[in-house]
């Protein structure tokens, strides 16, 4: 991979525009959670502290190529002021005099916010146009934006193509474990892959069984393939009409040598709710539902990744949410971690629910990455190329 980083690039006196996630949750007009915000915070101040002059790209929300004023990024400015400890400027659109003037008025170590670039229509269609428009205000082009990189748009693919460009500290580090775990890694190599519905995430399983050693198959998704292969699912989440899909992709993981790992024992209940009564069965009764899976399982799964060197995990391996159903979860969670902590094992999880499922283990931090880029990290899971990370490695 040849791409550059904020230690290949002079900042000093120089106009650097940076592309941001900062697309925050907002309640009665207050940010709720400021991790995107938090994330971006060593790039700018890498740039500020080099003497340069960092130009905020972001989008917030989903405008539409108009300007919608609930979703103006001014909202977002005095957040951003708290984390970084300084103040930042806003401009009332990302193009033209409004963002030409402000732009000039900046001094070296200062921070400019530009208004969504939803707010035209050329940042979705990845206008030529609209991405020179966006060019002509800087010198350096920074992609800080793993999570919005998946989309082919003027601030995250065109733009980099138009000025010197390298990958923000964020950026760098969801490429660097992303390599790691998939495009290079140790191995034995195992993936879990949890979650609701085997429907979402066909393409993922596709791509993994031709590429990892073990595959764990867990969570409602599960069911879907325990019951194509004619075990009872009762009344569990199952998508019965996947059913070939399903045994395609257990043919395909014996033609590539990966190992599949589906529950072995079940937890089961008659009502989805926590403290719901249940019991560890081997089958499920036809009046159950299948809600974790059951210590057999577990001990399984550890065992896998006691065996392997770099583990990806995507979506729970129960119905976390509600205890003690998430107890399959926070077990594996948990011996993951300890592995990493015990260097044997590279570790890289990722997808909403994943997060939210390795928080309530307590092992978020333990792991070697924790990905926060959502759709993006599904899209490299599926063995995609994102446009905003091809247009970064591009030959220029
Ligand atoms: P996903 O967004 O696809 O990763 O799915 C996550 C959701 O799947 C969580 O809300 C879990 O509660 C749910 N889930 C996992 N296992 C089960 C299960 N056995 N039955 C019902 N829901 C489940």
Redesign the pocket.
Known sequence: MSWKTLDDMEFKGKVALVRVDINVPVENGQVSDATRIEAVLPTIRHITSAGGKAVLLAHFGRPRGKPVPEMSLAQIRPALEAALGQPVGFAGDCIGLPAKRAVGDLNDGQVLLLENTRFHEGEEANDPEFAAALGALGEIYVNDAFSASHRAHASTEALAHLLPACAGRLMEAEMRALEKALGNPERPLAAVV????VS??LALLENLVAKVDHLVI??????TFMAAQGREVGN??CEHGLAENARAILARASETGCRVLLPVDLVVARE?RAGAAHEVVAECPGDA????AGPESVAAIKTVFDACRTLIW?????????EP?DRATVECARHAAELTREERLVSVAG????VS?LNRAGVAGDFSHISTAGGAFLEWMEGRELPGVAALTAER
Request: without cysteine; proline residues 3%; hydrophobic residues 40%.
């Open positions: 949890g979650g609701a519905k979402t995430k867990g969570g409602g998704m599960a069911n569990s989440l989805f539902m299948i809600l974790d995507n979506g729970p391996l129960g119905a976390f949410e509600i159903f997808g909403g629910d994943t499922a």
